[in-house]
């Protein structure tokens, strides 16, 4: 019973002035006041026009007509003439987590509201008086509490009830004539009307950006969608071209063997015929000798002269003058040209892909915002965007020697076997990676020096030229070099150098925004030091380069493992 008296005490109160409703009006938003309360509440809000809910704190606009609920008085009414009355269980005493009423002295109970006047805290017993007296009504009630103690004046044991705007801080009225005196001081309650008004401003500022961004987030994901559909519809698209390739390639090469076995039986069709013929020449030829060999052993010479014009007489012989032995030549051009086509359409296939590559890291989505994410400052944030590059053993110079999973390279100055490719480097000792790097990357090398030595650190386009000058790191508008030895660098581009300065180091790090233009080298030793930077624009998919050259032989370097 109390329990239920309690609710009915808080559901029939206005929040505003924590006393039972008078003139109870409704807000659109469900909550009840007191008419006279939101009326205030509301007249506060009148410069910016915008009115609020003290509770939820929803804005509405224009200011709500407010109508008296007559059901809602009517039940306040009865509650008045029936009183508050209850007694209370046991659960209704204080706990050690509960605030307990001030006035018990016994067995302490909870306390149901606290009194900011007062200052104390009352269970529904005692806080009886604040309901039924004139004076006590006045007072303000809140939910329980335990921290009155911090709005009472240390020095003077007064309530503090003025805000010192200079100060920015809650005195009493004796602060107020003593060590604030002076100063721009209010009535708490109005500063905090003050603030109230300013908070809900912001409230309704924060509202309206919560919509634009739930709107943004809406559209995002429809563009999310858009993407998702174009890649899938991208994706099965390039199937079936790549399956029509593949199924192509299949046909012609099922024609090219149906052709190849067609002429076979043709070629062997003829070898057998013209086989026939000279086999049955062969048995003609020995049958007409085992007859000149009786007729040689003929003693009678009368005889010997008249069968001699019949069996010497031969048949024509079956001409073989066609006849070519070409050992294990005859369908080698087939080969040949097969080949050659094999190449041709590599060559074809690695051009091509270059631009479908550059086609693919072009897609953006364009957004206003955020913008470009900042350049990485310390070792640690270039290492989130570290790749696992390895180096491509069809462009290594035959000078290079390949190791540690094709991440090492070392000057020989002894050719090595490898196979021939329009790939390989043929002048310079240079080898471009297997990898194409777009987005953000970032790696780095350690480098060992021979006698007359040094190590070229590069980034390059796939279509670099493989021969002449014209093929050097650097030294054409295809790739960009970093110059490396112990005394100094020195930075390539188009043919033009660059002197760089900077601490020696046998690590250097590579960082490459690849949309952002952007192109950075580093000393890498305790600390990372920027050695040279670029900002231009990237046409095509990069590739890491190395230049490893030595005049005696034994310069390395080696892409390091990062993760």
């Known amino acids: ?72 008085a009517a039940l306040v009414e009865q509650l008045k003439k029936t009183g508050l009355q209850a007694a209370p269980a046991d659960h209704c005493y204080a706990g050690p987590e509960d605030v307990a009423c001030d006035v018990c002295t016994v067995r ?16 529904e017993n005692h806080l009886q008086p604040h309901f039924e007296s004139t004076k006590l009504k006045k007072h303000k009630l809140v939910e329980p509490s335990e921290k009155f103690q911090e709005n009472i004046c240390s020095r003077h044991d007064e309530v503090m009830k003025i805000f010192c705007r200079t100060d920015k801080k809650c005195i009493c009225y004796l602060c107020a004539m003593e060590d604030h005196k002076g100063h721009d001081t209010v009535p708490a309650a109005a500063e905090r009307t003050e603030r109230q008004r300013v908070l809900e401003v912001s409230r309704l500022n924060i509202q309206q950006r919560i919509q634009h961004r739930e709107k943004d987030v809406k559209l995002l994901q429809q563009e999310v969608e858009a993407v998702s559909l174009s890649a899938d519809k991208a994706v ?34 003829r070898v057998k015929e013209l086989q026939e013929k000279l086999q049955q020449e062969i048995t003609e030829l020995k049958r007409k000798d085992a007859e000149l060999k009786q007729l040689s052993h003929t003693e009678d010479h009368n005889q010997f002269l008249h069968n001699y014009p019949s069996v010497s007489q031969l048949s024509e012989p079956t001409d073989s003058s066609s006849i070519n032995i070409r050992p294990l030549r005859y369908f080698e051009d087939v080969t040949a040209a097969v080949s050659e086509l094999r190449d041709k359409l590599q060559d074809i296939l690695r051009e091509e892909w270059t631009n479908i590559s550059l086609t693919v890291t072009e897609v953006d989505v364009l957004l ?62 240079q080898v471009l990676s297997r990898e194409s790097l777009t987005g953000r990357c970032y790696w780095e090398l350690e480098w060992r020096e021979g006698l007359l030595s040094g190590v070229e650190v590069a980034v390059a386009y796939k279509n670099i030229s493989r021969a002449g000058n014209v093929s050097v790191f650097g030294r054409n508008d295809k790739s960009w070099s970093l110059d490396c030895d112990t005394n100094r660098y020195e930075f390539w581009f188009n043919n033009i150098k660059t002197p760089v300065s900077g601490p020696g180091s046998s690590r250097v ?13 580093y000393s890498v030793s305790e600390t990372m030091t920027l050695l040279h930077r670029v900002q231009t624009t990237f046409t095509q998919p990069l590739y890491a380069g190395l230049w490893v050259f030595s005049v005696f032989g034994g310069s390395t370097a080696e892409l390091c493992k990062l993760k």
């Open 1 to 72: 019973m109390a329990q239920q008296d309690q609710l009915d005490q808080e559901t029939i109160s206005c929040s505003i002035c924590l006393d039972l409703l008078k003139d109870p009006v409704g807000l659109p938003c469900g909550h009840s006041y007191c008419m006279s309360c939101i009326k205030s509440h509301w007249d506060g809000e009148d410069q910016i026009k915008i009115y609020s809910c003290p509770q939820c704190r929803q804005a509405f606009t224009p200011r709500p007509v407010l109508k008296k609920n007559i059901m809602l």
């Open 108 to 123: 302490k109970l909870k306390a149901l509201k606290s009194c900011l006047q007062c200052l104390i805290s009352y269970c």
């Open 236 to 269: 099965e698209d390039s199937e079936k071209i790549f399956t029509q390739l593949i199924r192509l390639l299949q046909k012609r090469s099922s024609d090219v063997k149906q052709q190849i076995r067609s002429q076979q039986e043709t070629e062997v069709s």
């Open 368 to 429: 206003s915002e955020p913008g470009p994410e900042p350049e990485p400052k310390t070792r640690a944030e270039f290492l989130k965007y570290s790749r696992e590059i390895t180096l491509d053993p069809n462009t290594a110079h035959t000078d290079l020697l390949l190791s540690e999973g094709n991440r090492k390279v070392k000057c020989t100055n002894q050719q090595q076997s490898y196979s021939s490719h329009t790939d390989r480097f043929t002048d310079y000792r």
């Open 509 to 521: 790090g590579v960082y490459l925004d690849h949309r952002a233009g952007i192109l950075s080298f």
